[in-house]
């Protein structure tokens, strides 16, 4: 019947009669944020090469050859650079006639990745941008072209940070240690006003109560010395010794 079993273990097949079980409500699950991941502004590098044996006709449609040894350098891709040659300043190509400089930028790198790209253009010497060169133009097929070119000064790298960073990144975040600096400064030059105000006050306090003091008058009696009253004693008057 509904509810008996009357089998033994040994006959039981796992079937127990039972009412369906009530469906319960779906319980509420509370959702939580993902915790705050700050985002850094990209960094971008700046620098330049001066390079010798070519045109600048020749390295101004060669520009690719270039990207690609700055990237291979910096190890970044090639489309994150760009390069721009000109000729050298006048005191310089009177030093070195025919020099060329190559100042590139690399662009949208990374804050984590920065400090990595600019060690390794840092410590590139010439040697290892020439030969940076010689193997992206085999790669472009312009061997002929760079087959004479030395690299023959290699600048200093520049870092700055988009509008969102605050900044150039080699500056440290000078900005928000200034701002506490000002603070600092304008809370103690009001909490050294206050008090010399208050100091002001309390001087000025005390030299009206004095001169509010009324002065000692002398009594009918007597007269003041150094403060003190000293009185004046009137002896009786004598009795006449003259009888009527």
């Known amino acids: 019947g509904w509810g008996v079993h009357n089998c033994a273990h040994n006959e039981d097949i796992g079937v127990i009669c039972a009412a369906p079980a009530a469906p319960y409500p779906p319980t509420y699950q509370p959702t939580f944020a993902p915790p705050y991941q700050p985002t850094f502004a990209p960094t971008t590098l700046a620098g330049s090469i001066r390079v010798e044996g070519i045109s600048l006709s020749d390295a101004e449609a060669n520009e690719e050859v270039f990207e690609y040894a700055i990237a291979d350098v910096a190890g970044v891709y090639e489309d994150s650079v760009d390069v721009e040659v000109s000729t050298a300043t006048r005191r310089r190509r009177l030093l070195q006639a025919g020099a060329l400089d190559v100042a590139y930028s690399i662009r949208d790198v990374k804050a984590s990745e920065a400090d990595d790209v600019e060690a390794a253009l840092e410590s590139a010497t010439a040697e290892d941008y020439e030969a940076a060169i010689l193997r992206a133009a085999g790669d472009l097929n312009s061997e002929a072209t760079f087959a004479s070119i030395t690299v023959v000064e290699v600048s200093d790298v520049s870092g700055s940070t988009g509008s969102s960073g605050g900044g150039s990144k080699k500056s440290g975040g000078g900005t928000p240690v200034t701002l506490i600096v000002v603070i600092v400064v304008v809370v103690v030059v009001v909490v050294v006003g206050c008090i010399t105000a208050s100091c002001l ?29 000293v009185g004046i004693v009137v002896p009786p008057p004598e009795e006449s010794n003259v009888k009527v």
């Open 201 to 229: 006050c309390c001087h000025k306090t005390t030299t009206t109560n004095k001169e509010a003091e009324p002065e000692s008058r002398p009594s009918s009696t007597g007269s003041t010395v150094q403060g003190q009253v």
